[in-house]
């Protein structure tokens, strides 16, 4: 086997079993996909971030790609081929003109690292195959807070709106983002 299994792999319900069983497990060093990705990036190495594979529940990967939205740090997701259009897709919402990494088939013949913004990615990424690693930059705190402070009021509503959130929702992070109260921002749209 390849990789470290267990790592984003049912290896880790494996793993569990065999303690609950009280047998001794022991990690023998391999590739990690992560890790190798990471190194070759180009991106902060410092910190990062693993998110693994994005949940498929449309709730729960909005909270994620919101996470991913706020990290600071080098975050790191796994993807399958035939989802990897809807991923950056979805990615392209949020992360501005970060740097991307799209590393696959690591530590195969066929390794391949893309690198670009957001856009650059979806224009190179057409029909690939084989294990994907999307590395993405963190954001600069202060890059966000000015970007989302140089925008009217309708415009930061915008912003939220084309991710996808609800008029509860963008209420709430323009109040957050702003340091202004719920109510205050409500006004502003009723």
């Known amino acids: ?3 470290h299994r267990g790592i984003s792999d049912p290896g880790e319900v494996i793993a569990k079993k065999a303690i609950k069983e009280g047998i001794e497990v022991i990690p023998i060093p391999g590739a990690c996909a992560a890790i190798s990705g990471l190194i070759a990036s180009g991106l902060d190495t410092k910190e990062f ?8 529940n449309k709730k729960l ?3 994620k790609l919101e996470e991913i939205e706020a990290e600071s740090k080098t975050a790191i997701i796994y993807e399958a081929p035939h989802k990897l259009k ?3 897709k979805d990615l392209s919402n949020i992360v501005e003109n970060r740097r991307i990494v799209l590393a696959r088939e690591l530590t195969k013949i ?6 670009g913004d957001i ?7 057409e029909n690939l195959k084989g294990e994907m690693i999307i590395l993405i930059e963190g954001v600069q705190k202060e890059k966000k807070e000015n970007f989302l402070n140089n ?3 309708k ?3 915008k912003f939220y709106e084309n991710q996808g959130l609800e008029k509860k929702e963008i209420i709430k992070k323009i109040a957050k983002d702003r340091g202004v109260s719920k109510n205050e921002v409500y006004k502003k749209f009723v």
């Open 1 to 3: 086997m390849r990789g």
């Open 49 to 56: 971030t693993f998110f693994g594979f994005l949940p498929l």
């Open 61 to 63: 990967r909005k909270e």
């Open 86 to 88: 809807e991923t950056l």
């Open 110 to 115: 066929h390794e391949e690292y893309i690198r």
């Open 119 to 125: 856009s650059e990615i979806i224009n190179k990424s």
């Open 151 to 153: 925008l009217d009021l």
């Open 155 to 157: 415009e930061h509503y």
